[in-house]
Nanobody
Framework: VQLVESGGGLVQPGGSMRLSCTTS????????IGWFRQAPGRDREVVSC????????SYADSVKGRFTISSDNAKNTVYLQMNSLKPEDTAVYYC???????????????????WGRGTLVTVSL
């Protein structure tokens, strides 16, 4: 059972980057997959979530219109396309899996059942 992030690195402000989360060992269709991030000295925050079974997505206000989450169910992989990156997007980005409980008020509402190790995204000149 694992979540493996890839695609992080250094990018200039205004640039783009795509993160990937490849999952294995659990029923992908039963879980919402999320991206969280944690910047130095700041609390961890949810960035975006997707439940591929019904296509529902959610985004933090700070990334709406700039980030897009998507999934490839055949590959059990979730992507986070990040455009118009800002220095404040600098953080370690973590992929998470949340069992999609009936009646959950929103995606990724409950604590993650699984976490990846994270990938560092640095937005800087």
């Amino acid at each position: 059972v694992q979540l493996v992030e890839s695609g992080g690195g250094l990018v200039q402000p205004g640039g783009s980057m795509r993160l990937s989360c490849t999952t294995s060992g659990f029923p992908f269709d039963d879980y919402a997959i999320g991206w969280f991030r944690q910047a130095p000295g700041r609390d961890r925050e949810v960035v975006s979530c997707i439940y591929s079974t019904d296509g529902m997505t959610s985004y933090a206000d700070s990334v709406k219109g700039r980030f897009t989450i998507s999934s490839d169910n055949a590959k059990n992989t979730v992507y986070l396309q990040m455009n118009s990156l800002k220095p404040e997007d600098t953080a370690v980005y973590y992929c998470t899996a949340h069992f999609q409980r009936p009646g959950a008020p929103e995606l990724c509402y409950y604590a993650a059942d699984l976490w990846g190790r994270g990938t560092l995204v640095t937005v800087s000149l």
